[in-house]
Structure formats: structure tokens, C-alpha cells
């Protein structure tokens, strides 16, 4: 088991960022689809793909003039699948009401999607702030969508936990000098 990074409990802190997929939910998709889709919109562009990974072929589509289709696929699968997506134990802390601090959720989903998923669970009015892959100009690991969240949420960096289920979230939250906490034993894929 991997221990945590934190320095204090969560309830210290002045502010909880979590992931979404993996950590307040299982967002309902087929990932091995939506790459096949995605990689479907490159070979039609007559573009090779850097890779098989969906998240390298996203990071890539604006350099293949495909930013904007790639996007569209991803988040069409993210959106059907947010409405029955199972939720998860941090999911149960917010609806039980056990976060008394500011809440927040910075995720590599699309914005519209956290919204349904959270919608469909009766967590939206226990989150104060969502930021999703597409709501600023750059996605985690870049440190910028976290600190969005953290400065929405009204406190600094350095006073806020980032709660995640993978290793892109744990630099995510290194890189924006923001405390982290793994759900589970550690990290998970992407």
C-alpha cells in the first residue's frame, strides 16, 4: 500500500480538490472505444496518430488540425456515460455533507460531463467549483486548471489537498505546489 503524501489530515486543509473518474465516480465509458473512435477521426484526416494512447492523441490533435473534432469524440463519450456512472466512497463523504470546507473538482474530463455526472449523484450544490479539461486552455498535468480551482475556491495553493487516483494527478498537484492524497492504494492508469 502506498503511503499518503499528506502533511495534515484532509479536514486541516482550507480547501478539497478532487478528480472526478476514479476518485468521486467511475464514469461510465468504453476508453478502449473512444480511442478507436479518435484514432478512426485520425486515419480519416490521412494523419498518423503519435500513438494508440487517447491521451497522447488528444495532447497531439492540434498539431494534426483535428483539436477540435478529437475533443467532440471524447467528450460525447464522457457526457452519455456521466449519467450512470457508478458513484464512488469520496462521492458519499460530499453527499453525507462530511466536507465542511470549500470543495472543488479539477478534472482531465470535459466540464460538461462533471456536471451530469454530479448532477446525476445530488452533488452539484456540494461543489463550489468545476474545472474541466476544457474550461482553461491547458489540462493536468499542467498545474493551471488545479490552480484555477484552488484560487475559485479562495485560498492558496499550499493551503488546499488535491484528492486523485493517478499519477498525472499527483504531478498535477506537485506541479501547482498543491498537498495530495491518493483514493485507494495508489495510482491507477492515466
Known amino acids: 500500500m502506498r503511503p499518503p503524501l499528506l502533511h495534515r489530515t484532509v479536514t486541516e486543509y482550507d480547501a478539497i480538490v478532487y ?7 467511475d464514469l461510465d465509458v468504453d476508453w478502449n472505444a473512444v480511442a478507436a473512435d479518435v484514432k478512426a477521426l ?3 484526416s490521412n494523419v498518423e496518430p503519435p500513438s494508440d ?3 497522447a ?3 497531439w490533435a492540434a498539431n494534426a488540425g483535428l483539436a477540435d473534432a478529437v475533443e467532440e469524440a471524447i467528450a460525447a463519450h464522457e457526457r ?3 449519467p450512470t456512472s457508478p458513484r464512488l466512497a469520496h462521492a458519499d463523504e460530499l453527499a453525507n455533507g462530511m466536507a465542511t470546507t470549500p470543495v472543488g473538482v479539477c478534472s482531465l ?5 462533471c456536471r451530469r455526472a454530479l448532477e446525476s449523484h445530488g452533488l452539484v450544490s456540494a461543489v463550489d467549483v468545476i474545472v474541466g479539461r476544457d474550461t482553461v486552455e491547458t489540462q493536468k498535468p499542467d498545474p493551471e ?3 484555477v480551482a484552488v484560487d475559485e475556491l479562495g485560498v492558496e495553493p499550499s493551503d488546499a489537498v488535491f484528492v486523485g487516483d493517478s499519477a498525472r494527478d499527483e504531478q498535477t498537484a506537485r506541479r501547482a ?9 495508489g495510482p491507477s492508469g492515466v
Open 177 to 185: 505546489g498543491v498537498e495530495f492524497e491518493y483514493v485507494g492504494d
Open 42 to 44: 485520425y486515419a480519416d
Open 80 to 82: 452519455a456515460g456521466a
Open 145 to 147: 486548471p488545479l490552480l
Open 53 to 55: 494512447d487517447l491521451w
Open 109 to 113: 474530463n470535459c466540464e460538461a460531463a
Open 19 to 25: 478528480d472526478l473518474d476514479g476518485t468521486l465516480v
Open 57 to 59: 492523441m488528444l495532447e
